[in-house]
């Protein structure tokens, strides 16, 4: 579930993700064939292969002018920098439309060999490019493997990948490929420390970034089973103005904060910058930095993904429940699943086994830096706590085993909500080569992570890595092995 919408500037932004603009309006797209969308993802293409004149070119030729002026030229070649660093060179295999004002490209890498989505959004008047979204494969029949993999050779495979990433330097972190509650493949590679050599284990707890959110959306459906909580109620039913303004909790429910329609944005922006980190220990420490935001748009009406609303749903949960909300989840969510190894580690707590984030940094002698400097002090209900491999296998079993929350409250968290890809808290891939899949993704500078459960056959997929983007496409290269698995 590779999906970064636009892109991410390797996560220097933090847990937000920045947009060039909105998708584009309605209007009848070129075909898949036409020479402009050919020439649009070939220059995509070029910019990943060959360097920084060819992303250049790439946002002054086929950008929108106006987008591409947001963007100084240096964080794009950073972006098609580290893009290269992950996947080698790409081929491109196909091009397709999808949809009014989008183009779909199908490429394959040399890393893995593997295939891989990239969606372009284009401007309906001039056919230049808003957004590029690197994605799973597409559900084409050029994508689609013939069935020929036993359980025992996917795992093997999966294990033989993630060590040719760690060789290859595009990788390092821990994997777990599980049939069900059987597990194939649980490996590890690549420094938990640089500073002192210390190796990466299966047991090492690596930074989840996002995938909180998962945690964070089954407590609010918990507390809704218990009746303590409404979905469509608005959010000022449990929160009072010193988080939001009434005129603005009012119109916000606590569905809109889950499904990211709330129209907030992230609270991770410039004033939390300025520090310290250590003074947001606490979900109350957050509200000077969240009681000033203003939806974008009318709550409901459309889609923008949310750190703010995700640490209001945190907040929900505290206030519905009577328990902080880490002493919620530790033991309405980590407790029944049995994962004793997850939590909101403080980054200054001598936690055993906790792996330090590294950012690319190819200017600086060392090639990468730390990320605890410029990361969040403890997790939140947003993202930002740790876990391991082995925690989140069980995480995602006691999910399907409605040891969490009940069958029809999954049916609440997981629906695709059409156009997002996003449902309440889970991410949703609806039409990849290896059938749809349900989990989250995490980035930030030094985290990389997936959760991916299968919803056709039945395989879970945990990828957490401890560097810049190294999830995805390590992902996208066991996602084609489940394709093909028989």
């Known amino acids: 579930m590779a999906k970064v919408r636009a892109w991410n500037a390797a996560g220097l932004i933090g847990l937000a993700t920045l947009f060039f603009g909105a998708p584009a309006g309605a209007g009848q797209a070129p075909a898949g064939g036409d020479p402009v969308v050919g020439s649009h993802m070939r220059a995509y293409v070029a910019a990943v292969n060959d360097g920084a004149a060819a992303s250049e070119a790439f946002r002054t030729q086929h950008v929108l002018q106006s987008h591409a002026d947001q963007v100084p030229a240096p964080v794009f070649a950073e972006y098609f ?3 290269h660093r992950i996947h080698g060179r790409l081929q491109l295999v196909e091009t397709r439309t999808s949809g009014p004002g989008a183009a779909v490209g199908l490429v394959r890498d040399t890393t893995y060999g593997a295939l891989h989505g990239v969606t372009l959004s284009l401007d309906p008047q001039t056919w230049r490019v808003l957004e590029f979204d690197p994605r799973p494969a597409p559900d084409w029949a050029s994508a689609r493997p013939k069935a020929t993999l036993d359980a025992e050779t996917l795992g093997r495979r999966a294990s033989e990948l993630a060590q040719h990433g760690c060789d290859k330097g595009a990788f390092s972190g821990a994997v777990l490929v599980a049939k069900g509650a059987t597990i194939l493949a649980e490996t590890a590679c690549g420094p938990a420390n640089r500073r002192y050599g210390a190796a990466l284990t299966p047991e090492s707890k690596i930074n989840l970034g996002s995938m909180d959110k998962m945690f964070t959306a089954v407590a609010v459906m918990q507390l809704v089973e218990a009746g303590k909580v409404v979905l469509d109620a608005p959010i000022s039913t449990y929160l009072d103005d010193t988080w939001l303004p009434a005129p603005f909790a009012q119109r916000i429910t606590v569905r809109h904060l889950l499904t990211h329609t709330s129209g907030l944005g992230s609270f991770l922006g410039p004033a939390y910058r300025k520090g310290p980190a250590n003074a947001f220990k606490d979900l109350a420490d957050y509200k000077r930095l969240v009681r000033d935001d203003t939806p974008a748009f009318e709550p409901g009406t459309r ?5 703010t ?6 907040a929900i949960v505290e206030a519905a429940s009577g328990e902080s909300y880490f002493d919620y989840v530790r033991r309405h969510v980590f407790g029944p699943a049995g994962m004793t190894n997850t939590g909101a580690f403080p980054l200054d707590a001598p936690v055993a086994n906790l792996a330090v984030g590294y950012g690319w940094a190819p200017e600086t002698p ?20 740790f876990s391991t491999v082995g925690d989140m296998h069980r995480f995602a079993m006691a999910l399907e085993a409605g040891k969490l929350v009940s069958p029809a409250a999954m049916q609440v968290l997981t629906p695709l909500q059409a156009p997002n890809e996003y449902g309440a808290g889970f991410m949703i891939s609806p039409e990849t080569h290896a059938g749809p899949i349900v989990g989250h993704e995490g980035f930030y500078r030094g985290v990389s992570s997936q959760l991916e459960i299968y919803r056709r056959n039945g395989f879970v997929v945990v990828i957490l890595a401890n560097q810049d983007w190294s999830a995805p496409p390590l992902g996208d290269a066991i996602r084609g092995l489940i394709a093909a698995a028989k």
């Open 303 to 307: 889609y923008q993904y949310s750190n």
């Open 81 to 83: 920098a580290q893009q």
């Open 309 to 314: 609303g995700m640490l209001l749903a945190g």
């Open 366 to 385: 060392w090639g990468w830096t730390e990320n605890t400097l410029g990361y969040i002090y403890r997790g939140s209900p947003a993202g930002g706590g």
